[in-house]
């Protein structure tokens, strides 16, 4: 098993910054990608960004591309989503997910482990 942790949303002015973080536990040795998705109110959970565990290989939607930047740092097995010229359409709840896939990683049913999910809101 692996436990997701996300910390980091709140509330911002649009054009504001956030940095969203998940620390990961547990069998860490079985994820291959850890990605970020979000869902607003009556809205599908949506794909945002992924990264491979352990090459830091990167995929972006093409909504937050050049706004959003994922990483990771391997020594606290955590993944940051720092998220830049931010809109009100970035309003959502933001969840941490892992995946044992190698590809795949844009959709939410390739993932195992979700996070608990944590409110970002951006003001207009």
């Known amino acids: 098993q692996v436990q997701l942790v996300e910390s980091g949303g709140g509330l911002v002015q649009a054009g504001g910054s956030l940095r969203l973080s998940c620390a990961a536990s547990?069998?860490?040795?079985?994820?291959?990608?850890m990605g970020w998705f979000r869902q607003a109110p009556g809205k599908e959970r949506e794909f945002v960004a992924a990264i491979s565990w352990r090459g830091g290989r990167t995929y972006y939607a093409d909504s937050v591309k050049g706004r959003f930047t994922i990483s990771r740092d391997d020594a606290k097995n955590t993944v940051y989503l720092q998220m830049n010229s931010l809109k009100p359409e970035d309003t959502a709840v933001y969840y941490c997910?892992?995946?044992?896939?190698?590809?795949?990683?844009?959709?939410?049913?390739?993932?195992?482990?979700w996070g608990q999910g944590t409110q970002v809101t951006v003001s207009s």
């Open positions: 547990g069998r860490t040795d079985s994820i291959y990608v």
């Open positions: 997910a892992a995946s044992a896939r190698t590809t795949g990683w844009g959709s939410q049913y390739n993932y195992n482990y």
